[in-house]
């Protein structure tokens, strides 16, 4: 019993440590998730501009040909050689066409993810002083359950050292499996861990305080108490 209130204040201490820090486990997350994002967007954002200042190149070389080509057409008096430059330029003006609607697109979409790296950068810079109020503030609090943790470890180790081994390795299977109770008291003829009515024999058996008994029913260690709490 001893060692099942130790073990049962340890889970108990686990829990409220794990709330505890639960807050800034999400924050963390938070922060974690916002500055993967605007890292992605900042690095596609190179790429984009990179792919767009080598679209508004091409486009200043197509003018550039577009021009060359009609001062060609002033010099040539040979009808077969303008009618083939003349459709040069026109296919030369597609593709400008094509590249200027494809640098549009580039340049809206460069507005729209501008916008939301700025807005991703406030909100990195607010989870990060958020993620730290929090740890400072939960820095004390966690220590203490941690060292408080500690210390019923060791009385743990201490105790769990005086009971035989193969039933402490029981005990350990049972409080895993049934929830942290994994003995029992035995009162009025009924194991109080499962509600169940015992043998006649075996509680008396346990009254006699003689060895250790289980219930047949949940296998719970079970122990009696001669003048049980009302």
């Known amino acids: 019993m001893s060692l099942q209130t130790i073990d049962r204040r340890l889970q108990e201490l686990a829990e409220t440590l794990a709330a505890v820090t639960q807050g800034v486990?999400?924050?963390?997350e938070?922060?974690?998730a916002a500055r993967s994002e605007l890292e992605r967007l900042t690095q596609e954002d190179k790429q984009a501009e990179?792919?767009?200042?080598?679209?508004e190149h091409e486009l200043a070389d197509g003018e550039a040909r577009i021009r060359n080509k009609r001062m060609r057409q002033n010099l040539i008096r040979n009808d077969k050689e303008l009618q083939?430059?003349?459709?040069e330029v026109e296919s030369q003006k597609e593709s400008n066409q094509r590249q200027e609607a494809e640098l549009l697109a580039q340049m809206e979409g460069a507005d729209t993810r501008t916008a939301r790296i700025k807005e991703l950068a406030a909100l990195v810079k607010q989870k990060g002083a958020?993620?730290?109020?929090?740890?400072?503030e939960i820095a004390g609090k966690a220590e203490e359950l941690k060292e408080t943790m500690r210390q019923r470890r060791i009385e743990r180790e201490a105790l769990a050292g005086q009971i035989d081994g193969t039933l402490r390795a029981r005990y350990e299977m049972i409080f895993e499996?049934?929830?942290g109770l994994a003995v029992a008291l035995a009162r009025l003829g009924t194991c109080q861990g499962c509600r169940m009515r015992l043998p006649p024999q075996l509680y008396n058996e346990l009254q006699r305080f003689e060895q250790i008994h289980f219930c047949p029913n949940c296998q719970r260690i079970l122990y009696f108490e001669p003048n049980p709490e009302s």
Request: overall charge positive; hydrophobic content about 35%; cysteine-free.
């Open 25 to 28: 486990d999400r924050l963390r």
């Open 30 to 32: 938070e922060s974690d």
């Open 50 to 55: 990179n792919a767009r200042r080598e679209l």
């Open 84 to 87: 083939a430059l003349a459709h």
């Open 130 to 136: 958020e993620l730290t109020a929090a740890e400072k």
């Open 177 to 179: 499996r049934r929830a």
